[in-house]
């Protein structure tokens, strides 16, 4: 690999966040391309790449002209200096890796889902506590504008009272997503459901508030039945505000320019998240009988450009001493609701108790 920095680290703005990409699979790569290529306002730059796999840390290292590294161990023994750690790996390695990084006294952002376990969670939660470091939750959804100016509308009265919330996410998974086999375990609590579950039921959690219970489904139909592989999962959530909500994920459909992956129903207007991944068109939208064509109330958006925004409130957290938008305690509560889910799908679809789940 290559270890030569083409920046040496006294010529680096004291200011300046230093941060180490651990991890350079395909989320990895997605930030280093989009984001720490073109960091925002020179606040923080990247200074190594670490992943085992010697071609995707070259690459990340080729890119941003920093050393590559096998692991962490490496970059500190190599006398690297850095602040903070963005942290891309394999879920069932967040645990470890974060309470280690927290540990040394350094930042760390890690992917979601927090971990694959309520018990590593708790964990983590319980290392970010009192630490004097940052540890962020990179989930996308709150950091999008759209998901921002709905919450913002519920809370103004926009859409009356609230009596119900739907969440989709319906496409087909395949190409670099499911090059390292994790997304594509069978069963109904595989993978992608850990994955997008977490996903929405953050979306869930930051429009209705906190979720008490859930009850699970999933599809039966013959062509799901043949290889154990489930297509489809319904789930319905009860909120502490006695508010119900729906969450459908389904990975065997055709996916959509963009589209509607929550929708807020209220007494006074409807309100629709529109997301796309393949082009600018992401946005809120608010319905009501004046206006039964809808009204924009967010710019247009990509899902990607989240990226972006994630990092970037991580790091304004760190130099301004303050919470990050998506704590460790968040996504152990998103992490708790997908658990109990699967525990519903186990129980044939009774409603399970979060705080069940969280207790054990």
């Known amino acids: 690999m290559n270890t030569e920095s083409t920046v040496p680290s006294d010529e680096v703005d004291p200011a300046t966040v230093r941060i180490v990409l651990v991890g350079c699979g395909a989320i990895g790569w997605e930030v280093a391309t989009r984001v ?5 306002g020179g606040r923080y730059r990247l200074v190594a790449a670490v992943d085992p796999h010697a071609d995707r840390a070259d690459a990340v290292g080729a890119l941003l002209g ?16 850095f602040d903070a750690v963005d942290q891309r790996l394999p879920h069932h390695l967040h645990a470890d890796a974060a309470v280690e990084v927290l540990t040394a006294g350094r930042h760390v952002l890690v992917e979601k889902p927090l971990a694959t376990s309520i018990a590593d969670a708790a964990r983590m939660v319980a290392a970010d506590e009192g630490g004097g470091v940052v540890a962020a939750v990179a989930e996308n959804y709150p950091h999008l504008a759209a998901v921002k100016a709905a919450r913002h509308a519920i809370a103004a009265g926009q859409a009356g009272t609230i009596r119900a919330l739907r969440t989709t996410r319906a496409y087909t998974l395949g190409g670099v997503w499911v090059r390292d086999g994790w997304r594509a375990g069978t069963g109904p609590s595989s993978g992608i459901m850990l994955d997008q579950g977490t996903h929405h039921t953050s979306l869930l959690r930051r429009l209705g508030g906190e979720i008490t219970a859930v009850a699970a489904q999933h599809s039966t139909a013959p062509e799901d039945a043949g290889d154990g592989e489930v297509e489809t999962v319904l789930l319905t959530v009860r909120f502490a505000s006695g508010i119900v909500g729906h969450s459908v994920y389904s990975w065997g459909a055709a996916a959509l320019v963009d589209e509607a992956e929550a929708t807020v129903f209220g007494s006074k207007a409807r309100i629709d998240v529109r997301v796309s991944y393949e082009a600018d068109l992401g946005h809120a939208h608010r319905f009501d009988a004046k206006t039964p064509q809808g009204t924009a109330i967010s710019p247009p958006e990509n899902y990607y450009d989240s990226h972006r925004l994630m990092v970037d409130d991580w790091v304004a957290a760190i130099t301004e001493q303050r919470r990050p938008l ?13 658990f109990a889910a699967a525990t519903s799908l186990e129980q044939g679809g009774d409603f399970v ?3 069940r789940i969280v207790k054990g």
């Open 36 to 40: 720490y290529a073109h960091p925002t």
């Open 66 to 81: 920093i050393p590559a590294f096998a692991s962490l161990a490496e970059v500190l023994a190599a006398g690297v200096e």
């Open 326 to 338: 998506v704590t460790f305690a968040d996504a152990a509560a998103d992490l708790a609701v997908v």
């Open 353 to 355: 108790e979060v705080a």
